[in-house]
């Protein structure tokens, strides 16, 4: 990530907040995507049923996928307390908006696997 030094520490550069927001909801996406479907490999491999692990493993992956798309949970809350304690409200927004990006990211991967896999519906 590119980075300006600032007064008191780095913070991002206006023009790659885009491209970040962008990229954690692209990683999130990923992750749940490319998490589920490996892991229905392996399930079939075994003998189970793919569709229902894909399933059950794009619920379980939702964290993971918003930790990894926003780089670590360290530099989250330390931007969280740049924020609240220094009165960088600038940086907090930013920070809440690439994680809210990750979230949607990860919301996007369960709700197209839920729509792929079908296995929310009873028979």
């Given at each position: 990530?590119?980075?300006?030094?600032?007064?008191g520490?780095?913070?991002?550069?206006?023009?790659?907040f885009?491209?970040?927001?962008?990229?954690?909801?692209f990683?999130?996406?990923?992750?749940i995507?490319g998490?589920?479907?490996?892991?229905?490999?392996?399930?079939?491999?075994?003998?189970?049923p793919?569709?229902?692990a894909?399933?059950r493993l794009?619920n379980?992956?939702?964290i993971?996928?918003?930790v990894?798309?926003i780089?670590g949970?360290?530099?989250?809350?330390?931007?969280?307390?740049?924020g609240?304690?220094?009165?960088?409200?600038?940086d907090?927004?930013k920070?809440?908006?690439?994680i809210?990006?990750?979230?949607?990211g990860?919301?996007?991967?369960?709700?197209?696997?839920?729509?792929l896999t079908?296995?929310?519906?009873s028979?």
């Amino acid at each position: 990530m590119n980075y300006v030094e600032k007064k008191g520490g780095f913070t991002l550069k206006e023009a790659t907040f885009f491209h970040s927001f962008l990229e954690s909801y692209f990683i999130a996406l990923g992750v749940i995507l490319g998490g589920s479907i490996i892991g229905g490999i392996a399930t079939f491999l075994t003998g189970n049923p793919p569709l229902t692990a894909i399933y059950r493993l794009s619920n379980l992956l939702r964290i993971w996928a918003i930790v990894a798309a926003i780089g670590g949970t360290f530099d989250a809350v330390y931007s969280f307390e740049r924020g609240l304690l220094q009165g960088e409200t600038k940086d907090l927004f930013k920070q809440f908006m690439l994680i809210l990006s990750a979230l949607g990211g990860a919301q996007t991967g369960a709700l197209l696997i839920k729509w792929l896999t079908q296995e929310h519906l009873s028979p």
